[in-house]
């Protein structure tokens, strides 16, 4: 069964720090793109950051800075530590695991998802 579990979301206070982690099973979770995506009441889900199989970083711009991704592949895991949080950071964070090839075919797994609230 695949399972990709988060957890480490909750209330925070702008300027505040949280550190999300996606707990991986099922799957060969070391030839998978791994990441973390947001979505916010009302917008399109979008990409924060995600490190490939070959160990490349894709990150939105607008977060460089003060979110930071990682992976350990021993544990099969995926954090993101976010710093500096305000409002505008309040959503659903997912974790997904993706894998698109010629010789692999296509696979696409999301975890259930973490509510992160930044608010006074």
């Known amino acids: 069964q695949v399972r990709l579990v988060e957890s480490g979301g909750g209330l925070v206070q702008p300027g505040g720090s949280l550190r999300l982690s996606c707990v991986a099973s099922?799957?060969?979770?070391?030839?998978?793109?791994v990441g973390w995506y947001r979505q916010a009441p009302g917008k399109q889900r979008e990409l924060v950051a995600e490190?490939?199989?070959?160990?490349?970083?894709n990150s939105q711009d607008s977060l460089k800075g003060r979110f930071t991704i990682s992976r350990d592949n021993a544990k099969n895991t995926v954090s993101l530590q976010m710093n500096d949080l305000n409002p505008e950071d309040t959503a659903a964070y997912y974790c997904?695991?993706?894998?698109?090839?010629?010789?692999?075919?296509?696979?696409?797994?999301w975890g259930q998802g973490t509510q992160v609230t930044v608010s006074s």
């Open positions: 490190v490939t199989a070959a160990g490349r970083t």
């Open positions: 099922g799957f060969t979770f070391v030839a998978f793109t």
């Open positions: 997904n695991a993706n894998r698109v090839g010629q010789f692999v075919g296509k696979y696409d797994y």
